[in-house]
């Protein structure tokens, strides 16, 4: 099956939206909401933006980053924006910028951020090329610049990790 692949695509044609509000079932025993249910949260926006992006099936490569900055409530109102920082080949790097709402008071206060890698793939599973970003605003070009930073910071890391599971030898998990 052939793919019309766009040469480029704005940021802005990649930006996704989610928001939530924060119940018990989603809290530890402090009423704080779950990391591993912001993770969950943060993924599937990031997949909505790459799926944009690419017009294609998106599965989750890597997680480079998350900071927890602030701790989200029950019962807080958590918004979660995210875009297309930067398209490589096959890939995309995705952030997702998270915050709690105060409706009453109309405000936000930054809780987390994210950059999330995915590749898209066909219905087989092979990867398929993506189009490039473009990147319009002062601050996307610093965001698409500073993808191209933490992608070589990457590759470092899985040479390194292969050289070291060689140097281990079988059954070694690095």
């Not at 099956?1 to 019309?4: K, N, R």
């Not at 993924?43 to 909505?48: E, K």
């Given at each position: 099956?052939?793919?019309?692949l ?7 044609e990649?930006?996704a939206e989610?928001s939530?509000i924060?119940f ?11 990391g ?16 944009r ?10 997680t480079?980053h998350?900071d ?5 409530h029950?019962?807080d ?10 398209a490589?080949?096959t890939?995309m ?12 008071g ?17 219905r ?28 070589e910071?990457r590759s ?17 998990h690095?």
């Open positions: 099956m052939g793919y019309v766009a040469v480029s695509r704005t940021v802005a990649s930006q989610r939530e924060i018990p079932a989603d809290s530890n025993a402090l009423g704080n909401l779950f591993g249910r912001l993770m969950q949260f943060i993924d599937l926006v990031g997949a909505v933006s790459a799926v992006h690419s017009r294609a099936i998106v599965i989750t490569a890597a480079d998350i927890f900055v602030a701790p989200v029950v019962g109102l958590l918004i979660l924006k995210s875009s297309v920082n930067r490589f080949r890939s790097e995705v952030g997702v910028k998270v915050m709690v709402e105060d409706a009453l109309q405000t936000l206060r930054h809780v987390a951020s994210a950059y999330v890698t995915y590749v898209a793939v066909d087989e599973g092979h990867c398929i090329p993506v189009p490039c970003v473009t990147p319009e605003t002062e601050h996307q070009m610093r965001r698409y610049e500073d993808a191209a930073r933490r992608r910071m470092g890391e899985t040479q390194r990790k292969k050289e070291l599971r060689a140097k281990l030898g079988p059954g070694w690095v």
